[in-house]
């Protein structure tokens, strides 16, 4: 099984929803989103930050649209719960 980072499986699940419906609905959605991923807006970032960081993302290939959409989450959100994340990653 791969072992994914909190970002990581946040970017599987967004890029999961769009070939289906077009987009995500909403900021409430996203956000939902993020806390079950055990991830958290860093000081000072807001729903608006994490809306560009889908556009800066979901311009390329799938792949490539994976690792961007990836790189541009983990500049705006951090692990909520350590343990958690390092229990997740290591036993899973």
């Known amino acids: ?5 909190p970002q990581e499986r946040l970017a599987e699940k967004i890029l ?3 070939p289906f419906r077009g987009s995500v609905s909403s900021l409430k959605e996203l956000e939902e989103m993020m806390l079950t991923c055990n991830l958290r807006y860093r000081a ?3 729903g ?3 809306r560009l960081a889908l556009g800066k993302g979901s311009h390329h290939s799938p ?7 990836t790189e541009e989450l983990g500049k ?4 909520k ?3 958690l994340a390092c229990a997740n990653f290591y036993f899973c």
Request: no cysteine.
């Open 76 to 79: 705006i959100l951090i692990i």
């Open 48 to 50: 608006n930050d994490l």
């Open 63 to 69: 792949r490539k649209a994976f690792a961007k959409l």
């Open 16 to 18: 999961f929803l769009t």
């Open 81 to 83: 719960n350590w343990e």
């Open 1 to 5: 099984m791969h072992r994914m980072l």
């Open 44 to 46: 000072g970032k807001t």
